[in-house]
Structure formats: C-alpha cells, structure tokens
C-alpha cells in the first residue's frame, strides 16, 4: 500500500438507504462504508437490488430516502458535480460503445474528458490491445470489450471505482490480468466496489464481502470470516468404513463418496474426526477445511445460516 494513502479514509458512505418501485421496497434501510484503498465486493442473487444499489450511488436513479457521501460530500437527488465525476471511475455490466470508433479512438475520446487523466496511449496500453488500436470497436472479442471497457473507466485516475462484472467474457489469464490490475489499484489507495457472479474472483479480490438479499445486507466480512458463518465444515479422507457407518458418525450431514475417497459435512467436525479415527484407524489423507464461499453464500441466501458477521453496529463503526 501506498504509504500516503490514508486508509481510514472513508470515499463511499450510505446510511438508510431506500428505494422502491410501484411501491414495491427494493433497498430497505441500507448502510455501507468504503475506505481508501479496500476493495469491497457486494454479492447477492439476482433480484437482490444491487443494480438499484450502484445507480442510486452514482445518480443515475435518485433513492426516495438516505444519505450518500462521495467522496465525503453529501449528495443531493440524482445530480453529480463535474468534480466529482472527474474522481469516480465506473464500468457497468451492460456498458457498451459505438461500434464502429475503433479502440484508439474510444480511447482519445475518453481522455479528453479528465483534466488529470490518462493520455489515449496509455489507455491502450491498460487495456492490453496495442496489437488491436485500429480496430472497431464492434469486431472485438467479448473479452477484449472487457478489457477496453476497464481501462476506460480508469480514464480519470479515479479515486473510487465501481466494476460492475469486469471479467464477463474473459478468458482465465485474461482474468487474472485484470485481477493483478485491480490489486496494483488498491494499492494506490483507490477504493474499489465490485459486483460480481464469480465467487472466485470475490475471494481473490476482496477485503471485504456484503451480501445482499432482498434489499438488505444480511452478512459483512472477509471471505474467511462468511465461509465461517456456515453450520458445517469439510472433511475429506480415505477410509474403510461403510457409508452407512460413516453417516452414523456424530455430526455428519452429508456423505458423497468419490473414487479417491469420502467428502463429509460436518455440524461438529472435532466430534467427528475423533469418532472416525476411533472407529477406522486405517484412515488417511484425512484433511478438515471450512466450506467453499460459494457453499456459504448460498446457504446465506437461502436464509439457513447463522448470525452474519459484521453487525449493523459494526458495520458503521469500520
């Protein structure tokens, strides 16, 4: 981390947000915080109104009540100042160009709206597409809208980004490029709100989970912390016992058996190692993990998991 970068630095702050459409609540009551230099993921099902969420945030919809501070000014409706647009950076999900400017162009053309920005070399450069700078934008790969996409939302130098999927469409390495490009922004100090389907990328990613369900975050904290929220853990092993005999075990939820051994979910792990070391001592490979972040965050959603973390209390003092 950049070393003058003030993490305690708060450049997104929402308190009792809400909107509804006919009538119908979509955010109920939503609190958030985002310092410098973190990059907080926001997960949910779909439907969970994390769209509502980000353009109410950005002014593109106006909330019916609540505070939003950007950048620690109070906005008001749906109206955002030049200069404050000037410092966000945003790539929508269906976020689209003209397609027949060709990439050097987009890029020329974004540049020439910051003041402080990018030159359209340098944007180019970003987006990895030097070999493609004279190429129309409708005759890219998906992956490589993507990657234009992103490199213009870093136009501004932005202090606060929002991605909204950066990597639909991507290839695995070219998803992991754009990974170590989200890292390298944070630790400029730029502060990062990310949506995304990938769990994996969440947990590579991010310092910090929200989940979203009908309106309301119902959980906040590292991937370790949710994936810990989860009622059972994992245990992998090899071993001689019948699954009738392992299901009998204390703890055990569920048995899937694979040709390189067993995978148990267990409510009391301890509990049940020790029941399966007493009762087989020819185990082995035995290995105990928490559950995967996409196990957690379905259980969560589906409304059977346990106290989330990050209470609202917690969540205003961070």
């Known amino acids: 981390m950049n070393p003058d970068v003030n993490t305690d630095q708060t450049l997104l702050q929402l308190t009792q947000l809400h909107k509804s459409f006919a009538g119908k609540p979509v955010l109920s009551g939503v609190d958030l915080r985002a310092k410098a230099g973190e990059v907080l993921c926001i997960l949910g099902p779909n439907g969970a109104g994390k769209t509502t969420l980000i353009s109410a945030i950005l002014g593109l919809i106006a909330a019916d009540s609540g505070d939003i501070y950007l950048l620690g000014q109070l906005q008001q409706g749906a109206s955002r100042s030049v200069a404050l647009r000037q410092q966000l950076g945003v790539m929508l999900q269906i976020g689209s160009l003209p397609a027949t400017l060709t990439v050097a162009e987009h890029c020329d053309l974004f540049a020439s709206y910051y003041l402080a920005g990018y030159s359209a070399t340098e ?54 490029g754009l990974w170590q490009q989200i890292r390298q922004l944070q630790q400029q100090g730029v502060s990062i709100v990310l949506t995304t389907h990938y769990l994996e990328e969440a947990e590579q990613l991010a310092n910090r989970i929200m989940v979203l369900h009908q309106g309301k975050f119902i959980a906040s904290g590292s991937p370790s912390e949710l994936k810990a929220l989860t009622q059972y853990k994992v245990i992998t092993c090899c071993s001689a016992l019948t699954d009738a005999a392992l299901l009998a075990l204390p703890g055990v939820l569920q048995l899937n058996r694979q040709p390189q051994g067993v995978t148990l979910h267990s409510s009391h792990a301890e509990q049940t190692v020790l029941a399966l070391l007493t009762a087989d001592n020819t185990v082995s490979q035995l290995e105990v993990s928490q559950v995967a972040l996409e196990q957690a965050f379905l259980q969560l959603t589906r409304g059977d998991g346990t106290e989330a973390v990050g209470s609202e209390k917690e969540e205003q003092a961070a």
Request: glycine fraction near 12%; charged fraction near 25%; proline fraction near 4%.
């Open 123 to 176: 944007l180019v450069t970003l987006a990895g597409l030097e070999a493609h700078a004279k190429q129309r934008f409708g005759r890219l790969s998906g992956g490589q809208k993507q990657r234009l996409l992103f490199a213009l939302a870093l136009a501004g130098k932005p202090r606060l980004l929002f991605l909204d999927e950066p990597t639909l469409g991507m290839d695995v390495e070219a998803r992991r």
